[in-house]
């Protein structure tokens, strides 16, 4: 009797430990899960420091404040701190020099160079309150393999602007920066754009990856017309003192330089031409290992908001991925069709995008500036 | 028998000491600049010669020692044509400063007037406002709606639809804002060298029958042209590699090599290499005439007062 009661007890002993090893086990991993989830909210608690983003002139502390305003406003010790760029080639050597930015905004046509790059992590788009509100297809062009590396905000047109009491186009092209009829009354943009430009307007089927020999072709017509050519701008402040005080009537513009001479009084027309313009859509990227990640998805939340966006559209004149913003000028909503979610898409413009040899693109740009 | 110095000090070992102080002072007083030097300015090129040779890199990957660079530059008849063109601007720039700034510092330095030193002050005084306001300022002058412009159609020159548009947004606007900017920085060197002229000199030539003119081109201005050289320089140097204010009034072509430099580095696509190559190439044409020139130079001169 005593022989089976201690064999019961061994064998209930071992259910007892088996059982208690489960728990133990599935307690264990909770735990551990729990641990994880106290561990990453703990991280997130203990983000300090102000966020360090490099923007645009005109995004940051320079105008651009009605746009971060709800993170201000949620993080008051944490406001950002910023540092400018000039164009996606002076953010890359400022990062690559040792710049630290939890965030920055490279547009749409180097996705796949920075999320390949090994700089930028994906964000996670569950932090993003208002992800779910921002164009699909906007959204779609900011992933690299599946994953979201860049969050779109902004976006635009490549187009030419002209003043209309001065300028009598002959046709609704690209030819416009090229004529001849208005030497010295012509500004270009300095950037590779204006290689994709010339190869848009020589009737290259593929102005991001043109061959050699159309390269050479696109270079050309850039040197031989670059004499007709009074600025070549590269930042808008530049263009509007010299578009705004008469010296060039033609310019190679955003949507943003078209309501600013507006403003100003100028009979301006921001034309569409027929080889169709290049889009851009301002991406935000997220720096890999950035010590503050919660601030930076709060930061671009805030900048996906409505709100946010209808300031953008009324005040600099631009699109936003936001698609239920809509601006007060009727005027801008019909020349950016704000209301088409595929605006920066064919059959309306050319979504800019990946070039492969973006590094011979600006060896030969700086040779036409250099010629 | 010892040579007692002051307080019985034997004076063989006083003087042995001050000798050791001296030689301790030397490289005290030399090692701080030499550091300075070698720290902010050789090792800095030192880096930008690795940059041209891709030895270092802006991305990372597999690099090794090259001179591509090199090679694709010296075959390039667009970098050295800009360079060329750089270099004819700066010396426009450098010889019109020259001749402006030299009656200027004669002038002071020579009519015996009690207020030089005020009209120095006032000549140097622009420095006292921002570069970059000064050059600014030169867009309020001339562009198509400024000062200049609106002037020649209020006197019925020009009509105001058709100003000047070459004043501003060419080359002309850079070497004159350039000229502008650089005449006091040449006044001063010139002023200097013709200050420490030996007046007896003057009054010698005359005694020996020379006109004015005479005495001028045979004494005074042989005697300043260390200062004149000096300031030649002074400007040249620094003008050839300008970017900021070509980047300002000078529009497409007004465009120098130092806007180059500046665009490899920055603009389309970072190309640290070429633009450190161009960089270098600057600064040893710069050394080069540098070297030659302070042949011609006596800093005494240049600098005594």
């Known amino acids: 009797m005593q022989e089976d009661r201690d064999v019961l007890e061994r064998r209930l002993s071992r259910e007892d ?4 090893a489960a728990a133990t086990g599935g307690a264990g991993l909770l ?33 651009g404040q009605a746009m971060f305003a709800a993170y201000v406003k949620k993080y008051p010790k944490n406001k950002p ?15 690559h020099a040792g710049l630290k ?88 943009y300095d950037d590779i754009t204006m290689i994709q430009i010339a190869g848009l307007y020589l009737g290259f089927k593929n102005c991001w990856n043109q061959t050699d020999a159309q390269l050479k072709q696109s270079q050309n017509l850039l040197k031989s017309k670059k004499h007709l050519v009074r600025v070549i701008w590269s930042s808008e402040t530049n263009l509007w003192e010299a578009f705004g005080s008469g010296e060039v009537w033609i310019a190679y513009a955003w949507p943003n330089d078209w309501v600013q001479m507006k403003k100003k009084g100028l009979r301006v027309v921001y034309m569409r031409p027929k080889e169709k313009p290049l ?75 990946d070039i492969p040899r973006r590094a011979l693109y600006a060896r030969m740009w700086e040779q036409v500036k250099a010629a | 028998m010892a040579i007692e110095g002051e307080a019985g000090v034997p004076a063989v070992s006083l003087s042995r000491r001050r000798r050791m102080r001296l030689n301790l002072a030397a490289p005290g007083l030399l090692g701080l600049p030499v550091a300075w030097l070698v720290v902010f300015f050789v090792v800095p090129i030192a880096i930008v010669a690795l940059y041209s040779f891709d030895v270092y890199s802006l991305f990372p990957g597999k690099h090794g020692f090259t001179l591509d660079a090199w090679r694709a530059f010296l075959h390039s008849s667009v970098y050295l044509g800009l360079f060329w063109k750089s270099v004819k601007m700066s010396l426009i720039v450098s010889t019109v400063v020259v001749a402006l700034a030299y009656p200027v510092a004669y002038y002071l330095a020579l009519s015996g007037t009690k207020r030089k030193y005020v009209l120095l002050l006032v000549l140097i005084a622009p420095f006292l406002t921002s570069y970059l306001l000064r050059v600014l300022a030169w867009k309020v002058i001339l562009g198509n709606e400024g000062v200049l412009n609106s002037f020649l159609a209020w006197v019925g020159v020009r009509s105001r639809d058709h100003p000047i ?24 060197p010139i002023f200097v060298s013709l200050e420490s002229l030996d007046r007896r000199l003057l009054e010698a030539a005359c005694d020996l029958g020379a006109s004015r003119w005479q005495a001028f081109l045979r004494v005074t201005l042989p005697l300043s042209l260390p200062g004149v050289i000096a300031g030649f320089l002074f400007v040249f140097i620094p003008t050839v590699g300008e970017f900021v204010t070509p ?26 290499e070429t633009g450190s190559v161009l960089a270098l190439f600057l600064l040893i044409v710069v050394a080069a005439l540098t070297a030659t020139f302070a042949r011609f130079l006596q800093v005494r001169q240049v600098t005594a007062s």
């Open chain 1, 81 to 95: 701190q910023f540092t400018y760029m000039t164009n996606e080639a002076d953010a890359l050597a400022k990062i």
């Open chain 2, 165 to 188: 548009s070459q004043l501003l947004y060419s080359r002309f606007a850079v070497v004159l804002v350039l000229t502008y900017v650089w005449v006091p920085f040449v006044a001063l």
């Open chain 1, 279 to 353: 889009a851009w859509v301002g991406m935000f990227m997220l720096l890999k290992g950035s010590p503050r990640p919660k601030l930076a998805h709060a930061y671009v939340d805030a900048w996906s908001s409505t709100k946010s966006a209808k300031w953008l559209e009324d005040n600099y004149g631009y699109g936003h991925a936001n698609t239920r913003a809509r601006p007060s000028s009727s005027d801008l909503l019909r020349v950016l069709q704000l209301s088409n979610p595929q605006a920066v898409a064919l059959p309306n413009a050319y979504l800019d995008r």
């Open chain 2, 247 to 272: 980047s300002l009034v000078g529009g497409t072509s007004g465009y120098m090599y130092g806007n180059q430099i500046s665009d490899l580095f920055q603009t389309g696509f970072p190309d640290w």
């Open chain 1, 101 to 188: 930015p939890d965030i920055f905004r490279p547009y749409v046509g180097w996705t796949k160079y920075f999320a390949t790059s090994g700089l930028v992590q994906p964000w996670d788009p569950k932090l993003i309150s208002n992800f779910k509100y921002l164009n699909p297809f906007m959204v779609k062009a900011g992933q690299y393999n599946g994953k979201q590396y860049g969050i779109p905000e902004d976006w635009g047109l490549d187009a030419i602007l002209y003043r209309s009491d001065k300028v009598k186009p002959k046709a609704k092209s690209f030819s416009l920066l090229f004529d001849e009829r208005y030497k010295g009354k012509i500004a270009w």
């Open chain 1, 17 to 20: 430990l088996l059982k208690l």
């Open chain 1, 31 to 63: 735990a551990g899960r729990t641990g994880i989830a106290d561990a990453a909210r703990a991280h997130f608690a203990a983000e300090s420091g102000r966020l360090q983003v490099l923007d645009w002139a005109g995004y940051g502390n320079d105008g």
